[in-house]
Structure formats: structure tokens, C-alpha cells
């Protein structure tokens, strides 16, 4: 999800609808779960910690100036049709914890498409800014220890399948339609992601590059990326 952030911003950067400099607070409304030892960083510093330090707030307060649809136009411009992109962290882990009024009261979310899911998307967002991050993540442990529904998990989180997340990935990496300046930027900060070291070591030289992206929580580990051999 947060690689596919990354390339969205950048298509707003080369459209000229984001700047480079802006810079930005973290807030209340903004702040997600986990720590975040930065403030008035600008886009390229958090594009950086969203990726190397799998940071959620920095990917929230970047998926929010892109536009939550044009993150989700990034598989609908692929036809991806069951890849979901369009929450922000806080967004999904308040609608999980039973905080969010839209998504209890919206019985049509996971299968809305187009305009209308970009509608709820945005009251459920809406919802999210209005709680602390402690108080969400307190939910979410209660959650978690009592009450977790995997059917409940498969809703509100970002989703794809292994194709559709297959395809994203080798579009973003192959032909991202970026100008250079912001392809080298994505190589770059993609190239700073979990597990490059590993991966050069056990190839013995011949790994040329290694973009890639690692998190986890909840007793989950989430490894993706793309490698480049010297041939």
C-alpha cells in the first residue's frame, strides 16, 4: 500500500498539484499509530519515512495531500478491479475498532466502486480525524485480545490479490510514467526499504537494485518489492 502511495504522490508531483517543499504538522486529526520523532518535514522527508521506516503518519499525511482517489487510481488506471487503496491507516484501524459511524452504518463499502466509493471513503476518513491515536490504538488492542473477525479485517483493510499486487508492483518499478526526476526520486527512496542487505548477500554481487517495501504488527510481516540483476 504505502509503495503505492509513494507513486501516486509523484504523479501529482510531476502534475505539478504537489510540491516538493511543502512542508507539514502533525496534528491530532493527521497522527496515526506509532511513534513519529519528526514535525514540518516536507515531502520528501516523509515519502522517506513512509517507506524505510514504515511510518503511518507520514504515509497518511502524504495519501491525504495526493488525494485519497488518486491513490486508488493507481490499480483502477491498471483495471486491477479487487485491489483497494483508498484508506488511510487511521481510516481503516478506526473503521476496524467500531469508532467510524459511516462504515457501521454503510452496509454497501466493500463492494462500492467509482465516485460512490470515493464518497464513503471520505466520511469514513472524516470519522477517523476526529480521534486521538492512543484512544484508536487501545481500541484496536481491545480488538485484537476480544473480539478480532477476519471477515471484519478483510473489509476495512487495503486489499489485493497476489496477480493484482503482482502487476501493481511491476508497473510501478517498469513503467511508472514519471518524469526522471521523480523516477529517480522513487528508485531512491524505494531502494532505502527492509531487506536489501540480505538480498545482495546471498546473491553475491549480482544484485544491481532492490526496491522494496517491509512492515508488520500484530504478529503480521508484510515483505514486497522488485530486483534488478546485473543482467
Known amino acids: 500500500y504505502k509503495q503505492a ?29 506509532g511513534s513519529y520523532p519528526f514535525d514540518g518535514s516536507d515531502v520528501r522527508a516523509l515519502s522517506e519515512r513512509m517507506i524505510h521506516n514504515s511510518d503511518n503518519t507520514a504515509t497518511d499525511i502524504l ?13 483502477d488506471r491498471l483495471g486491477l478491479c479487487r485491489t483497494r487503496l483508498i ?6 484501524w478506526v473503521a476496524q475498532s467500531g469508532l467510524s459511524a459511516t462504515f457501521n452504518g454503510s452496509g454497501r463499502w466493500t463492494g462500492v466502486r467509482g465516485e460512490e466509493q470515493r464518497r464513503i471513503a471520505a466520511l469514513i476518513d472524516q470519522d477517523a480525524q476526529k480521534y486521538r491515536a492512543d484512544y484508536v490504538q487501545r481500541k484496536l488492542n481491545d480488538y485484537f485480545d476480544h473480539r478480532r473477525d477476519d471477515a471484519l479485517d478483510a473489509q476495512v483493510y487495503n486489499l489485493s490479490t497476489p496477480y493484482e499486487f503482482g502487476t ?16 529517480r526520486w522513487q528508485r ?5 526499504g527492509f531487506g536489501k542487505s540480505a538480498l545482495t548477500i546471498t546473491r553475491q554481487g549480482r544484485v544491481r537494485y532492490v526496491g ?20
Do not use: I
Not at 495519501?63 to 490499480?75: P, T, W, Y
Not at 503480521?220 to 518489492?225: A, K, Q, R, V
Open 5 to 33: 502511495v509513494l507513486w501516486a504522490l509523484l504523479r501529482e508531483v510531476d502534475a505539478g498539484r504537489v510540491q516538493p517543499g511543502e512542508r507539514f504538522t502533525v496534528t491530532r486529526q493527521n497522527q496515526s499509530l
Open 63 to 75: 495519501h491525504r495531500r495526493a488525494g485519497l482517489g488518486a491513490v486508488q487510481d493507481v490499480a
Open 87 to 92: 484508506l488511510p491507516t487511521k481510516a481503516w
Open 168 to 183: 501493481l508492483v511491476a508497473q510501478e518499478f517498469l513503467r511508472p510514467d514519471l518524469s526522471e526526476a521523480s523516477r
Open 188 to 192: 531512491e527512496v524505494m531502494g532505502t
Open 212 to 231: 522494496a517495501k517491509g512492515g508488520n504488527g500484530w504478529q503480521l510481516l508484510t515483505y514486497s518489492g522488485y530486483v534488478e540483476t546485473t543482467d
